[in-house]
């Protein structure tokens, strides 16, 4: 297989490139200067770039409604190309967002991107594309969550990307698909094998990814998602440092490539575990790497997993010679102490002992507890960063998020929690409903989506806080379930700690010394929660309380126990 970069697409055609001409650059800067002007976010970003660098070929720019529709119900661009995933840009109504205009596409610091000439506009609906292409409308998957933040329209139309999103960090491994092309041309290998991940490597991933090499005479291509992946997940700086190391000191130089990829997951299971196989296809990979539950966003709300463990190889299989790209599945690897070596489940010798740490052990026995891992499961120097960098659970960032109706007890039993949680060493930050309306929401109305966006600016503040490892109780009356979840997501869900104040309307209503309740039985309050707009109440919160039958100090004293049983504080 040729691996220079004018290798076809999976379905013919050159690699997409959007870039314009260097030479062009300062006029269309000039121009463009002049456009309304548009930030995206985050993930449209990773999506421009992606599209800019042709990871994404054969798409030219985002989805027309055609095409739209088409994948979410075939998994097929309208030309009949498969392409599983929809990729779009959606933004809510705005009067400059018209047919024939062209805008300036920008990030969050306002750098100039790209140019769009707007040739689409179309509604689309959240359920179906939550529905058809994630298989679900449980809020707790985190992209069914984030998509009531995508936009009401998606636009479509000629995209002029002038320059890529700035990276400062290992510039050395970022790699377009022409340039990883080239740098596996020049390891010789006539086979590409390539891995995604999220995670950080154990000895099992590295078995497993040198066998998976070796069993089709190839290179390995390293390619771990540096963009979006799952809320919660160990960030991408912590990953990379582990993956330098592994490959500087323990794989063949000769059959492995570090290399970056800037995608934007969506946590979709089997559907993008093809998308995923496409996409290294781009990159000049004819083997992938597909893991039990790929992509997988973990459990629903009633505890069960949202994707069979093996649908995703499945589909990748059941599309690989249409795509080029066969499915390699990924082994479950046990350690044999007694030969000091490791092996597929499948292949241990009868009697033989087994040793394997799981997932959750490795996040609950060893790395909230600050308990090094033993060097036959994680290579010393990747556990040394690991240890670095993800300090145990009652060092870690902690948000407390009360919900409940107006007058339900959540700031009394938060000012009592205050104390406990000095008396046990943890400093926290209270980010009332209140005060925030006064300050960092001055000026909202009360409307659903004004209430969404004060949610979201609290949900904001806390993720920061938990990011620098800081405690923060947040206490709201937040009371749509789909915005909490997408806090939730933010913020993420190993340090997010939902506290339903479960008091019924008529004991809130007695409470009410500012006759609220009243002025909204009389009708001179309008879209007051709990009379005329609706409080939906969680569903699987991880901690409920009652304040009509119990007192506020005891409430404290079991949400203090539920942080010890889980490892918060000590």
């Not at 995670?199 to 998976?212: D, G, W």
């Not at 990379?240 to 800037?262: F, G, I, M, T």
């Not at 939906?536 to 126990?561: M, R």
């Amino acid at each position: 297989m040729n691996h220079s970069p004018e290798l076809i697409t999976p379905y013919g055609g050159q690699l997409v490139n959007l870039l314009v001409d260097p030479n062009q650059n300062e006029k269309l800067k000039e121009y463009a200067s002049k456009l309304p002007s548009f930030q995206l976010t985050e993930r449209q970003i990773c999506d421009l770039e992606m599209l800019a660098i042709g990871a994404f070929s054969p798409l030219r720019g985002f989805m027309g409604e055609a095409d739209f529709h088409s994948v979410v119900n075939t998994m097929r661009l309208k030309n009949g190309t498969l392409f599983p995933m929809p990729i779009t840009l959606g933004f809510d109504p705005h009067p400059e967002l018209q047919i024939g205009q062209e805008i300036a596409l920008r990030d969050r610091k306002y750098n100039l991107l790209a140019v769009l000439r707007i040739e689409e506009i179309y509604g689309w609906d959240h359920n179906e594309v939550a529905q058809k292409v994630f298989g679900t409308t449980d809020l707790r998957h985190p992209i069914v969550t984030e998509m009531y933040r995508w936009g009401k329209l998606n636009i479509a139309g000629e995209l002029r990307v002038l320059q890529l999103p700035v990276h400062h960090d290992f510039r050395e491994l970022r790699h377009t698909p022409a340039e990883t092309r080239q740098k596996l041309a020049d390891l010789g290998q006539s086979n590409v094998v390539a891995f995604q991940t999220r995670n950080p490597l154990h000895r099992a991933h590295e078995e497993l990814t040198k066998r998976a090499a070796e069993s089709v005479n190839g290179t390995l291509l390293l390619h771990p998602v540096v963009g979006l992946t799952k809320p919660g997940d160990i960030d991408h700086f912590t990953r990379v440092r582990s993956y330098k190391e592994l490959v500087a000191n323990h794989y063949d130089p000769q059959r492995v490539l570090l290399s970056l990829l800037p995608l934007a997951m969506r946590m979709g299971g089997p559907r993008e575990a093809l998308w995923h196989a496409i996409i290294r296809r781009n990159y000049g990979a004819n083997h992938f790497i597909v893991g039990r539950d790929h992509a997988g966003p973990g459990n629903d709300s009633k505890g069960q997993p949202f994707y069979g463990p093996y649908d995703a190889q499945d589909l990748v299989a059941q599309y690989a010679s249409e795509i080029g790209v066969q499915m390699v599945p990924f082994k479950h690897m046990v350690y044999l102490p007694d030969e000091d070596r490791y092996e597929e489940i499948d292949n241990v010798p009868e009697k033989a002992r087994i040793a394997a740490i799981s997932g959750t052990q490795v996040r609950d026995e060893y790395l909230r507890t600050g308990k090094a891992l033993p060097e036959w499961f994680t290579r010393p120097e990747v556990a040394k960063i690991l240890a670095e960098t993800f300090p145990p659970r009652h060092k870690q960032g902690l948000c407390l998020w009360f919900t409940g109706l107006s007058g339900a007890g959540k700031s009394t039993i938060a000012e009592v929690l205050v104390n406990l949680l000095f008396e046990h060493g943890r400093i926290p930050t209270v980010l009332d409903g209140d005060v925030i309306r006064t300050h960092l929401s001055k000026g909202l109305g009360f409307s659903q989506e004004d209430r969404d966006i004060n949610i979201r600016r609290i949900g904001y503040v806390a993720s920061e806080i938990v990011k620098h490892g800081g405690t923060v109780i947040c206490a709201a009356i937040s009371p749509y379930r789909a915005t909490r979840n997408d806090v939730r997501n933010m913020i993420g869900q190993e340090n997010y700690v939902e506290v339903f104040v479960n008091t019924p309307i008529e004991v809130c209503e007695a409470r009410d010394v500012k006759g609220l309740y009243a002025k909204a039985r009389r009708g001179e309050l309008k879209g007051f929660t709990g009379i005329d707009d609706p409080y939906e109440a969680p569903e699987y919160a991880e901690i409920n309380l009652t304040t009509h039958d119990t007192h506020p100090e005891a409430n404290a004293q079991k949400i203090v126990q539920y942080l010890l049983t889980e490892g918060f504080v000590r």
